[in-house]
């Protein structure tokens, strides 16, 4: 979660075309992390089924969550994926397919790993 006077320690990127049907699971799981020191970053890429609205509901339920969505026209997943990075501002890349989970202690084993 990004609060100004505490530097974000990962920005997760996490790429989206037409995946309403996992969306809001591989949120959950982000917002399950032991570590809380994140944002999250989704490029919704041209996608044409209900990401957009589940990105806009999700956000709107977690205000305390740093949730940053880039729309951009269909571009591909690497196109996607580098519109979040340019719009990241944590210390670390956490990259996430959003149609995957994560378990709760993922980004505080990395962090424990980088720190080591």
Same mark, same amino acid.
């Given at each position: 979660?990004?609060?100004?006077?505490?530097?974000?320690?990962?920005?997760?990127?996490?790429?989206?075309?037409?995946?309403?049907?996992?969306?809001?699971?591989?949120? $959950?799981?982000?917002?399950?992390?032991?570590?809380?020191?994140?944002?999250?970053?989704?490029?919704?890429?041209?996608?044409?089924?209900?990401?957009?609205?589940i990105l806009a509901t999700y956000?709107?339920?977690?205000?305390?969550?740093s949730i940053i969505v880039i729309?951009?026209?269909?571009?591909?997943?690497?196109?996607?994926?580098?519109?979040?990075?340019?719009?990241? @501002?944590?210390?670390?890349?956490?990259?996430? $397919?959003?149609?995957?989970?994560? @378990?709760?202690?993922?980004?505080?084993?990395?962090?424990?790993?980088?720190?080591?």
């Open positions: 979660m990004n609060h100004s006077s505490t530097p974000v320690l990962f920005s997760v990127i996490i790429p989206a075309y037409n995946t309403a049907d996992y969306l809001e699971a591989t949120l $959950d799981t982000v917002r399950g992390q032991s570590l809380k020191s994140y944002e999250i970053c989704v490029t919704n890429d041209g996608s044409t089924d209900e990401t957009a609205q956000k709107s339920k977690h205000p305390e969550l729309d951009q026209e269909n571009q591909g997943m690497g196109a996607a994926r580098n519109a979040a990075i340019r719009r990241a @501002l944590g210390r670390w890349l956490a990259f996430l $397919d959003a149609d995957d989970v994560w @378990l709760p202690g993922k980004l505080e084993q990395v962090w424990n790993h980088l720190e080591a």
